[in-house]
């Protein structure tokens, strides 16, 4: 069983920096590929990046890659994601989830958190 909440989001100006965070509540956290995605208003959800069980590889989504770093830290069940030169359209509600590594980086997420907001400001 794995229940996700992020936590970190917040408002901050545009070229600002947040750092968001994403607990496992499971025991299973490090089995897991993980990843970020974004949902802003009248959008739909997309993917921003994702990492896998080990920590190794890493995928961004060309909108922040050089930006956003994701990391995590499988002793904490924690998953990270820190956002660096923020920009107004970085604006959303962003989600971690988990799943499985089917094709890297293409996983099949079977776990979703709440999400927290990001905004920033222009």
């Known amino acids: 069983q794995v229940q996700l909440v992020e936590s970190g989001g917040g408002l901050v100006q545009a070229g600002g920096s947040l750092r968001l965070s994403c607990a496992d509540s499971?025991?299973?956290?490090?089995?897991?590929?993980m990843g970020w995605f974004r949902q802003a208003p009248g959008k739909e959800r997309e993917f921003v990046a994702a990492?896998?069980?080990?920590?190794?590889?890493?995928y961004y989504a060309s909108s922040v890659k050089g930006r956003f770093t994701i990391s995590r830290d499988n002793a904490k069940n924690t998953l990270y994601l820190q956002m660096n030169s923020l920009k107004p359209e970085d604006t959303a509600v962003y989600v971690c989830?988990?799943?499985?590594?089917?094709?890297?980086?293409?996983?099949?997420?079977?776990?979703w958190g709440q999400g927290t907001q990001v905004t920033v400001s222009s």
């Open positions: 499971g025991r299973t956290f490090s089995t897991y590929a």
């Open positions: 990492i896998t069980w080990s920590g190794i590889s890493t």
């Open positions: 989830a988990a799943g499985r590594n089917k094709l890297w980086p293409n996983v099949e997420y079977d776990y």
